[in-house]
């Protein structure tokens, strides 16, 4: 089945404690981009990539980072995390190059930071 | 400054009433897309929308897409209560993969 993994789903930690979500495709896509859910405000793009070792800056990269060695996979790394990185995470994937640009999501990681 | 107003942010709605979503952008682009999402639940692709003039119909939802006027429809004919959900546009400014959602219109259709 064609879709976009994450891990974890629910998740709460205290400020300061290094933190991965991992985000996994199994599509062959070339996109994959993080985006950050809070009320009101829709999504925001945090980072994405258009192919291996390839990343950019989205609308609110403050406080996050991203790695993207493989393919399939596109990490969201919170170095130090702090309250106002508690929100609602997702991960997406499209291709590229074709008609469609359509992105797939993940089921979304729910993130609380005390 | 890169931004997607969307409007009405809630909207509520009768059955088998008609109503219109819109969405502007304050950049050039001709790629836009729809989504929804379900209370809980992760986004759902509507739309693509990747040319002025674009035009897309799925049931009871139609999408436009007007490039010059930086402006997207999404219409709801005949609205049912499976529509309830909350829709986002989304645009990726200046055809750059920089993708800036709209805060979401929340539809509640109401028997």
């Known amino acids: 089945e064609a879709q976009v993994t994450q891990n974890p789903r629910y998740l709460i930690t205290v400020t300061g404690k290094k933190l991965t979500v991992t985000c996994s495709q199994n599509m062959n896509h070339e996109y994959m981009s993080w985006y950050r859910q809070d009320p009101g405000l829709g999504l925001r793009q945090i980072y994405y990539?258009?192919?291996?070792?390839?990343?950019d800056k989205g609308d609110v990269p403050e406080g996050y980072k991203v790695s993207r060695k493989e393919k399939r996979n596109f990490p969201l790394i919170l170095e130090s995390p702090s309250p106002n990185q508690t929100s609602l995470y997702f991960c997406a994937s499209s291709p590229i190059g074709q008609s469609s640009y359509e992105q797939y999501f993940g089921p979304g990681t729910r993130l609380t930071v005390t | 400054e890169l931004k997607v107003e969307q409007n009405p942010l809630f909207l509520s709605m009768q059955e088998e009433k008609n109503y219109t979503i819109y969405c502007n952008y304050s950049?050039?682009?001709?790629?836009l897309y729809w989504y929804r999402q379900d209370p809980g639940k992760s986004l759902e692709s509507l739309f693509v929308l990747l040319s002025n003039g674009a035009v897309k119909q799925e049931g009871r939802l139609m999408a436009s897409l007007d490039t010059k006027a930086r402006l997207s429809t999404l219409h709801i004919t005949a609205a049912v209560h499976d529509l309830s959900a909350t829709y986002f546009c989304a645009v990726d400014m200046r055809n750059n993969n920089d993708m800036r959602f709209g805060a979401g219109t929340r539809l509640t259709v109401k028997p």
């Open positions: 990539s258009m192919n291996v070792e390839v990343t």
């Open positions: 950049t050039t682009s001709d790629r």
